[in-house]
């Protein structure tokens, strides 16, 4: 079992869609979580942390399961420059070091 | 924000040589770096983890006698690609942890190196 999984897509949707993505991780003890996005043939940034509580960012709300292992991402109202990969993050070992998920692929609709 | 620059950005080489890959932070110091490949398609893979002024942590599967990992200085890793072969052509990005409190912070990336061996 990969230590983290999304479903790689692709998802089209039109624009001023809701769409969600989840990803699951295999090990309980992750402490930290992210969700990147990364454009075609460019190096993936932050997107925004995933806090136990909770977390809204403008149109991306996050949430995270610990008892189910999955995190989630709400991206309300999107917009065409929503399209790109959007990477599942988790920090396994307490401290730096990263697992990315395969990274799911979104496509915004006029 | 903190940067992190890498280069080139890309490079098309003859197989059997070999390349090397910089990746500097510009604005802070990072006594470990990472060192990444991402074939198309798939997802970011951790190649090895760079100490400063001691051997890179190799992951499982990955030959270190073929990816040469130096970091000399905080704010200096290199990958150099030995013996560069059509099959080890990938994106390469580095990246580098800086620390926030309450054992938070942000990875940020190198723009990526594009290596084509052919």
């Known amino acids: 079992r990969k230590e983290v999984e999304q479903d790689p897509g692709p998802f089209n949707v039109p624009e001023g869609a809701t769409v969600a993505f989840n990803c699951t991780y295999s090990n309980s003890a992750s402490q930290s979580f992210f969700w990147y996005r990364q454009d075609c043939r460019k190096e993936p940034k932050l997107l925004m942390s995933?806090?136990?509580s909770g977390n809204e960012d403008g149109r991306f709300t996050a949430q995270l399961n610990r008892a189910s292992q999955y995190i989630s991402l709400l991206i309300r109202d999107s917009k065409l420059s929503d399209s790109a990969t959007y990477l599942c993050?988790?920090?396994?070992?307490?401290?730096?070091?990263?697992?990315f998920g395969q990274g799911t692929r979104l496509t915004i609709n006029p | 924000g903190a940067v992190v620059s890498q280069h080139p950005s890309w490079v098309i080489c003859k197989s059997g040589t070999s390349v090397k890959i910089e990746c500097r932070s510009l604005?802070?110091?990072?006594?470990?770096m990472f060192w990444y490949r991402q074939f198309p398609k798939q997802s970011l893979m951790l190649m090895a983890t760079?100490?400063?002024?001691?051997?890179?942590?190799?992951e499982q599967g990955v030959e270190k006698d073929k990816f040469l990992i130096n970091h000399a200085s905080l704010t200096l890793s290199t990958l150099t690609v030995t013996s560069a072969h059509p099959e080890d052509s990938s994106f390469y990005i580095c990246s580098a942890w800086l620390a926030g409190g309450s054992n938070t912070g942000e990875l940020f990336f190198g723009e990526g190196s594009r290596l084509t061996v052919l």
């Open positions: 995933v806090y136990s």
């Open positions: 760079s100490n400063e002024g001691s051997k890179a942590t190799y």
């Open positions: 993050v988790v920090n396994p070992q307490g401290a730096q070091k990263l697992v």
């Open positions: 604005d802070f110091q990072a006594t470990t």
